[in-house]
């Protein structure tokens, strides 16, 4: 299959744009003055939960938007956004956890250098997904309950998070959102 180099710009504007908004979310809860709404989206402590949202939320924005955009030349777009994001955390999350694992608590600079990783490889994975495969209602489907799951886990736990290492707050000792869901 030759090169769609609509798809292809795409993808790449795709890997600044969500790098940016990632940073952007990253603070958002914060400059919007604990704003709950603010906080079902964007990451409102620093667990290590809270920071998957950097790369949903961001990933699933700029995903939206592109969709009218190369429409017409995606194939299985759905499918192939929700298993981009799935590939983003398992790079930029699976590297983090593994280094630790193997060599223990990570410094800033990896956790920003397998953020910036994570959106390249996704948007390069969504990018082979889209154009090598076949359009497929099924694979829609699975997609869109995929980005459902995700969508609604990040909400419920958010609210109510589980009271396990990975959600507790580093720096509080809090779950969830601050002062409300303690």
Known sequence: MKCNNKLLISEFVGIIIIIALGFL???LYEISGNNTIV??????NESKWEHW????????????????????????????????????????????????LC???????????????????SQIVSY????????NRNLRSIGILILSVLFFIFIIFTIKPPKIEYFKDPIDGTYGIKNTYS
Do not use: Q
């Not at 906080?39 to 409102?44: E, H, I, K, R, Y």
């Not at 060599?103 to 490889?121: Q, R």
């Not at 082979?128 to 359009?135: A, D, F, N, V």
């Open 25 to 27: 979310f990253h603070e």
């Open 39 to 44: 906080g079902l989206f964007a990451p409102v």
């Open 53 to 100: 949202k950097i790369a949903f939320f961001p990933a699933l924005i700029y995903s939206i938007i592109e969709y009218p955009f190369v429409k017409d030349d995606a194939n299985n777009f759905i499918f192939s956004k929700a298993i981009s994001i799935l590939t983003f955390f398992l790079v930029t999350f699976g590297l983090i956890e593994l280094y630790e």
């Open 103 to 121: 060599i223990g608590e990570s410094e800033f600079c990896l956790h920003i250098t397998t953020f910036i990783l994570g959106a390249i490889i």
């Open 128 to 135: 082979l997904l889209i154009t090598k495969t076949k359009e």
